[in-house]
């Protein structure tokens, strides 16, 4: 029961986390008479540091081998002997997809369909690469012994950062789909504990590796683009 409360604050927590940068303000972009617009703030130093601190959270419950861990785990085993869904495999990329199939329905996000899909492939990039290497370096055992590599869950990361990804397209238009897109990737990262897959360090890790990729992402784009666009179109040169 203990477990079972934890992890439903840890769904609200995590759920509630993609209005951490959002304010409301009258009109905006598909805004309608007397309704207020979210608008999800620019990306700045301050976007970092609650994934940052996720990371740290799963780092220390791993490494210090706490009892959280095991604790966590055996009463999900506990509560679903011989559970297996493959669910997991469908709902890390359902927040990533909804991006591209509301823009495709004629919702219009944030971003064009085509601009949208350079900060997904850049935060995929980076994330990806860095669950690989850490996965590498980093041997943690899977509660079930499987593999040595259980550290970051993956599944967790790819669920996280579809969801911050969901909110940056459409958390502007209502902070419902930032919660549905928060939602399905704490319920990704419960299964892959509840698939006897990882610990919680893993996930919780996972989760802090997923929002950091995308929030780099739409931090580091614009950059890219911007220095791009000075080299195409040099400032002119004033001759006398």
């Given at each position: 029961?203990?477990?079972?409360?934890?992890?439903?604050?840890l769904?609200?927590?995590?759920?509630?986390?993609?209005?951490?940068?959002?304010?409301?303000?009258?009109?905006?972009?598909?805004?309608?008479?007397?309704?207020r617009?979210?608008?999800?703030?620019?990306?700045?130093?301050?976007s970092?540091?609650?994934?940052?601190?996720?990371?740290?959270?799963?780092a220390?419950?791993?490494?210090?081998?706490?009892?959280?861990?095991?604790?966590?785990?055996?009463?999900?085993?506990?509560?679903?002997?011989?559970?297996?869904?493959?669910?997991?495999?469908?709902?890390?990329?359902?927040?990533?997809?909804?991006?591209?199939?509301?823009?495709?329905?004629?919702?219009?996000?944030?971003?064009?369909?085509?601009?949208?899909?350079e900060?997904?492939?850049?935060?995929?990039?980076?994330?990806?690469?860095?669950?690989?290497?850490?996965?590498?370096?980093?041997?943690?055992?899977?509660?079930?012994?499987?593999?040595?590599?259980?550290?970051?869950?993956?599944?967790?990361?790819?669920?996280?950062?579809?969801?911050?990804?969901?909110?940056?397209?459409?958390?502007?238009?209502?902070?419902w789909?930032?919660?549905?897109?928060?939602?399905?990737?704490?319920?990704?990262?419960?299964?892959?504990?509840?698939?006897?897959?990882?610990?919680?360090?893993?996930?919780?890790?996972?989760?802090?590796?997923?929002?950091?990729s995308?929030?780099?992402?739409?931090?580091?784009?614009?950059?890219?683009?911007?220095?791009?666009?000075?080299?195409?179109?040099?400032?002119?040169?004033?001759?006398?």
């Amino acid at each position: 029961m203990k477990t079972f409360i934890f992890l439903c604050c840890l769904v609200a927590a995590l759920a509630g986390r993609g209005g951490e940068f959002c304010v409301d303000i009258p009109g905006g972009m598909d805004s309608i008479p007397g309704k207020r617009n979210n608008v999800v703030r620019p990306i700045d130093a301050r976007s970092f540091i609650f994934p940052g601190a996720l990371i740290g959270a799963g780092a220390l419950l791993t490494f210090t081998k706490s009892d959280l861990d095991s604790l966590v785990q055996s009463e999900i085993q506990e509560a679903l002997p011989g559970f297996h869904s493959g669910v997991d495999n469908i709902l890390m990329v359902a927040p990533a997809v909804a991006v591209f199939g509301l823009n495709a329905a004629g919702v219009r996000g944030k971003h064009s369909i085509m601009r949208a899909a350079e900060y997904y492939i850049v935060a995929l990039l980076v994330s990806v690469g860095t669950s690989e290497i850490m996965k590498e370096v980093i041997h943690v055992q899977r509660p079930d012994g499987s593999n040595d590599q259980s550290f970051p869950s993956g599944h967790t990361i790819n669920a996280f950062m579809g969801a911050e990804f969901l909110h940056q397209e459409y958390g502007h238009r209502s902070g419902w789909y930032t919660a549905a897109g928060y939602t399905t990737a704490t319920a990704t990262g419960f299964l892959r504990m509840a698939n006897n897959k990882h610990w919680l360090g893993d996930v919780i890790a996972g989760a802090g590796i997923g929002i950091l990729s995308t929030r780099f992402s739409y931090w580091l784009v614009p950059r890219i683009n911007k220095a791009i666009r000075k080299e195409n179109h040099p400032a002119p040169v004033l001759k006398f």
